[in-house]
């Protein structure tokens, strides 16, 4: 017989995304890449970000990431350095098939060569400060910061 705080439970637990991301920083240069989303996108069209993308279903924190890396800029050779953060949001309105929690890595690369995918029309390498004046986006904002916090 089930009691009330695993009906409550049932009852209130719905389905959420799961996203990785990263801070890849130029391991010569200590850069950090951003790309901006592409003007079509239907969620934050035009902001400079960092990399981030839903994990599929099955998959794994760290194979999802250099998945995403991967499709979104073309880099294969990746290290993961740590996870710098955790953050959750909305995509889109607040409902419950629009919520994502997500990890954000550091992760470093020697090669400065990126090829976009459709999702993004340009792409910058900036110093972490550069980068930190360049983004308006506080949750991108945030990124830069945990990154410049653990790289000290």
């Known amino acids: 017989m089930e009691n009330n705080k695993e009906k409550s439970k049932k009852k209130n637990t719905g389905r959420f995304l799961v996203a990785t991301g990263a801070i890849i920083e130029h391991k010569k240069s200590r850069e950090i890449l951003l790309l901006k989303r592409s003007l079509k996108d239907d969620f934050e069209p035009g902001v400079w970000e960092d990399i981030t993308g839903r994990l599929e279903q099955f998959e794994e924190p760290e194979s999802g990431l250099k998945r995403e890396i991967f499709e979104e800029t073309g880099l294969k050779n990746i290290k993961i350095v740590k996870p710098l ?5 909305f995509r889109g309105k607040k409902i419950k098939a629009n919520e994502l929690v997500g990890i954000i890595y550091w992760c470093q690369t020697p090669s400065k060569k990126v090829i976009l995918s459709e999702e ?11 980068a930190l004046k360049f983004v308006v986006h506080p949750g991108i904002k945030k990124d830069i910061l945990a990154f410049i916090r653990e790289a000290k």
């Open 120 to 130: 993004h029309v340009e792409y910058k390498w900036l110093r972490p400060k550069q």
């Open 85 to 89: 953060k955790i953050f959750h949001i």
